[in-house]
């Protein structure tokens, strides 16, 4: 079992930065490609970026490619996601996942483990 806690979100205007975390415990962190996906209201949760367990790995969606950038703490036990340049378009609840297995995957049902969920609003 693995329990992920999402932290970092907030309210910034457009252009500014977040920087969220991604805090886990429970069976070895280290294991696990981790990715962050997004959800806005009334839209399906999407894909935003995923990372391997080496962090020699990482996956961007190309809406956030060049803007975000995934990386993680092994040691720390914790995933980050930088956001810069950030739009309007960005906000939503952004939620930290970790699945059992080596593959990168983008689809959010591949994903075993969930966090709460961080909301990210950007005002134009």
């Known amino acids: 079992q693995v329990q992920l806690v999402e932290s970092g979100g907030g309210l910034v205007q457009a252009g500014g930065s977040l920087r969220l975390s991604c805090a886990a415990s429970?069976?070895?962190?280290?294991?696990?490609?981790m990715g962050w996906f997004r959800q806005a209201p009334g839209k399906e949760r999407e894909f935003v970026a995923v990372?391997?367990?080496?962090?020699?790995?990482?996956y961007y969606a190309d809406s956030v490619k060049g803007r975000f950038t995934i990386s993680r703490d092994n040691a720390k036990n914790t995933v980050y996601l930088q956001m810069n340049s950030l739009k309007p378009e960005d906000t939503a609840v952004y939620y930290c996942?970790?699945?059992?297995?080596?593959?990168?995957?983008?689809?959010?049902?591949?994903?075993?483990?969930w966090g709460q969920g961080t909301q990210v609003t950007v005002s134009s």
């Open positions: 429970g069976r070895t962190f280290s294991s696990l490609p």
């Open positions: 996942a970790a699945r059992s297995g080596v593959q990168l995957i983008t689809t959010p049902g591949a994903y075993d483990y």
């Open positions: 990372i391997s367990w080496t962090g020699n790995n990482i």
